[in-house]
């Protein structure tokens, strides 16, 4: 019996252990992502032209005023993308393309907070090119499995922001969060 529980211990440890390596693992990956991001954004003279991201690139950020949030956009919505910080559906498109702009993130690093934002609220894209604000103007659920919320919006620019639902989900959730939010402002 006291064996018994001493394995049920270590693995426990283990468990709790790995956790902690997988949270500081992620925690560093993005923190390392936004340092670069933060590089890319600071670079001058760059045309929407000559922005021609690849994937797993880090090419910008995405500022939340609301829950104070600074996070690194990087190019791609696979798991590696997204280990990295928030993606960028490729496909979409980037401001002033007027077409719809995707952006996908993790309940449990990236968009942690996503569910105190309501409509009104600011979403600001920073790239190389610029600064360009969208104000929420819709939020909606719908089935993981859902893509019609992936669509072309052109000629009207729409910036999509999406992360599984429902936020304290254990395991893989059977929901998207959607948020719509449209341009206001261009710096």
């Not at 529980?5 to 992620?26: D, K, P, Q, W």
């Not at 928030?86 to 942690?112: A, C, M, W």
């Not at 609220?121 to 103007?137: A, R």
């Amino acid at each position: 019996m006291q064996r018994l529980a001493v394995i049920f211990i270590l693995a426990g440890l283990m468990i709790i252990g790995y956790a902690a390596y997988e949270i500081f693992s992620t925690n560093k990956s993005q923190m390392e992502s936004l340092v670069e991001a933060q590089k890319i954004v600071s670079e001058e003279n760059v045309t929407i032209e000559q922005f021609q991201p690849e994937i797993e690139e880090e090419v910008g950020i995405l500022h939340i005023p609301k829950i104070d949030a600074e996070l690194p956009i990087i190019e791609g919505t696979d798991e590696d993308e997204l280990a990295k910080g928030v993606g960028h559906y490729r496909g979409t498109t980037y401001p002033l393309e007027n077409d719809q702009i995707v952006l996908s993130g993790h309940r449990d690093t990236v968009f942690k907070r996503m569910g105190e934002l309501e409509i009104g609220d600011i979403l600001t894209i920073e790239l190389p090119y610029g600064k360009f604000s969208y104000e929420i103007y819709e939020t909606f659920i719908v089935d993981a499995n859902d893509t019609t919320v992936i669509r072309s919006t052109a000629p009207d620019e729409i910036l999509t922001v999406s992360t599984c639902y429902p936020f304290n989900f254990v395991g893989s959730a059977p929901d998207r969060y959607v948020i719509n939010a449209h341009p206001v402002q261009t710096e």
